[in-house]
Nanobody
Framework: QVQLVESGGGLVQPGGSLRLSCTAS????????MRWYRQAPGKERELIAT????????NYADSVKGRFTISRDNAKSTTYLQMDSLKPEDTAVYYC????????WGKGTLVTVSL
C-alpha cells in the first residue's frame, strides 16, 4: 500500500525554524521526483519546492526561495523541507507529493507561525 507520511509540523515563532519530513512506502521512492506543497486557510494549494530523483536539481517558489531547502535521502525513502526565517504568512498545511506521471499525496502536517 502506497503511503506518504509527513511529520515535523507545529507551532513556531516568527524567525524560527522547522524541519519537515516525508517518509514513503509502497513504491520505489528513488524513481519519483518529490515536491512540497502548502495550503493556507482560504487559499489554493501552492507548489513551493521540487527535487529531482537523485537530488541533483531543486526549484523553489519565489515566496520561499532563500529560506527553505528541500532535500532527500533515497536510502531512507524520505524527503525533507528545512524551513528557516519563518514568517506568519508561512502558516499552512504542508503536503508532500511524489510524481512520476502518477502522483501520490500525503495527508499533510500543520505549520503555524505565530507569537
Amino acid at each position: 500500500q502506497v503511503q506518504l507520511v509527513e511529520s515535523g509540523g507545529g507551532l513556531v515563532q516568527p524567525g524560527g525554524s522547522l524541519r519537515l519530513s516525508c517518509t514513503a512506502s509502497g513504491f520505489t521512492f528513488s524513481r519519483y521526483a518529490m515536491r512540497w506543497y502548502r495550503q493556507a486557510p482560504g487559499k489554493e494549494r501552492e507548489l513551493i519546492a521540487t527535487i529531482t530523483t537523485a537530488g541533483g536539481s531543486t526549484n523553489y517558489a519565489d515566496s520561499v526561495k532563500g529560506r527553505f531547502t528541500i532535500s532527500r535521502d533515497n536510502a531512507k525513502s524520505t524527503t525533507y523541507l528545512q524551513m528557516d526565517s519563518l514568517k506568519p504568512e508561512d502558516t499552512a498545511v504542508y503536503y508532500c507529493n511524489a510524481n512520476r506521471g502518477v502522483e501520490y499525496w500525503g495527508k499533510g502536517t500543520l505549520v503555524t507561525v505565530s507569537l
